[in-house]
């Protein structure tokens, strides 16, 4: 496991690096660790629960915790996030008053590799040069304009001035910057996602944090994005809140 991944689950996930790299599931109470990712945290945190190196990691409230350990002890990680165990443990969140809000899988790259950017014109933007796409919705997914999590590095694909696709990086914490892209659709399925987002992983990995990606279980144009850009499954993660209105 890559050290700053390392680092970001300790921190998200209120335990040791020890701990995120033994065997054993780890049922921790909720303490905000100032390094934790915070891009859509749900607070009070009522249960975050990672698949990562082949075991489960909670954290949240005491009492749904403790509801966790009795059931869960001994879960097997792999299925842990199969459809019936799901709805189990939504049934069991239903007496905190709470549910299922978030999960996804996330992936991350290590390692800078050339990009091919064919006949594409490459704009770089820095967080004073991003803030001009504020309100863009051809690019709400590049960038977040949050607080939590500042948009730091953008790229753009051009073709005779025109943007036809945009990639940004968000510090979502100290470690690890997170990837978003979009792609206008009259060039979706060409590849030009894969080529954004390789760009900026280079570019990520250069400013010394680890790129990740994270996407719906659902979407697999996405995924296949992260893939071709040389990312790998790194971690799956579910977040409980309150019940919606």
Known sequence: MHPLLLR?????????EANVLDRNHHFTVFTPHPDRRRYL???????????????????????????????????????????PNLAKLNGELASFDAQIRYRQPFFTADTARPVDTGNFTIQRYTPETIAAFKGDKRFEDAFGFCA????????????????????????????LWQIGVNVLPEIRGHGVAAMLVSLLRNDVLTSGRLPFYGTSISHLASQRVALNAGFLPAWFELVAGPVAD
């Not at 945290?41 to 954290?59: D, H, M, R, S, Y």
């Not at 949240?60 to 009795?70: F, I, K, Q, T």
């Not at 730091?152 to 943007?163: F, P, Q, S, T």
């Open 8 to 16: 970001q689950l300790a921190a998200d996930f209120c335990i040791s």
């Open 41 to 83: 945290e749900i607070t009070p945190c009522i249960l975050k629960i990672a698949v990562a190196n082949g075991k489960l990691l909670f954290t949240g409230r005491e009492d749904v915790l403790a509801r966790c350990r009795d059931l869960y002890t001994d879960a097997d990680a792999p299925w842990f996030m199969e459809a």
């Open 148 to 175: 939590d999590a500042p948009d730091m590095l953008g790229v753009a694909a051009l073709k005779d001035g025109e943007i036809l696709g945009m990639a940004g990086a968000s510090a979502d914490s100290p470690y």
